[in-house]
């Protein structure tokens, strides 16, 4: 249990594209999700709270319309790179907490994705 | 605001238990300590996490101070696989997570 995909695994883009970075909850439902990016030898830095039904919460220093959360399920969190610039290259991370308490998912935990690398040209 | 202190990094034998501590001397009453690891190019994983008694699981057991202000996450019989880094993370309930530098965990045969 306690599964999380992303979707893709890997994307190089050109420069001024827009990129779409799924997230789903496989065995569980996922009230709230979290994005994550991490540079080469860095540790994980939180970008935005993705709430579903509502808008994301993002954290001090991250442009909310360069970086467009979706959260409409329960299962799936969308985060769009727009006008991607090199500088955007990076890994990119979700996590989810469960909605309510499943056997061996403890509802208080963050489930993370496998990441997506990002690489802009 | 660095809520924990870990070393930058640790070797472990193989076969070995490896004991990566925490420091956490400002944690609040309502903060757990949780850790996670990161093998290279991957999400990180939850390994365990607790309140104030120690937890044990089939993956490692965290043991915390009394007065919760360290903690330790022992790998009973560490393998080449648990080459990774380490994340000691205290947060309230249902709050998010934020990642510090991390412990780099070595294994050597």
């Known amino acids: 249990g306690a599964v999380v995909s992303q979707h893709p695994s890997w994307v190089i883009c050109k420069s001024g594209t827009s990129v779409k970075i799924e997230c789903r909850s496989l065995?569980?439902?996922?009230?709230?999700m979290f994005w994550y990016r991490q540079f080469p030898k860095q540790s994980l830095m939180l970008m935005a709270t993705s709430n579903e039904g509502s808008k994301a919460t993002y954290e001090q220093g991250v442009e909310k319309d360069k970086f467009l959360i979706n959260h409409a399920s329960l299962t799936l969190s969308t985060l769009t790179v727009t006008s991607a610039h090199p500088e955007d290259s990076s890994f990119y991370i979700c996590s989810a907490s469960p909605s309510f308490g499943f056997q061996r998912i403890r509802q208080e935990t963050q489930y993370f994705g496998p990441g997506t690398r990002l690489l802009v040209l | 605001d660095a809520k924990t202190t870990q070393p930058t990094s640790m070797d472990c034998a193989e076969g070995r238990a490896a004991n990566l501590p925490c420091n956490h001397s400002t944690i609040s009453g309502n903060e757990y300590v949780y850790w996670y690891r990161q093998i290279h190019s991957q999400g990180p994983q939850y390994i365990i996490h607790g309140l104030k008694n120690n937890e044990t699981n089939e993956m490692a057991s965290l043991i915390i101070t009394e007065d919760r202000k360290s903690s330790t996450l022992i790998l009973p019989h560490a393998t080449l696989r648990d080459t990774a880094v380490y994340y000691c993370?205290?947060?309230?309930?249902?709050?998010?997570?934020?990642f510090g530098a991390g412990t780099r965990l070595t294994v050597k045969p």
């Open positions: 993370i205290v947060r309230p309930n249902n709050n998010d997570m934020r």
């Open positions: 065995d569980f439902q996922a009230t709230t």
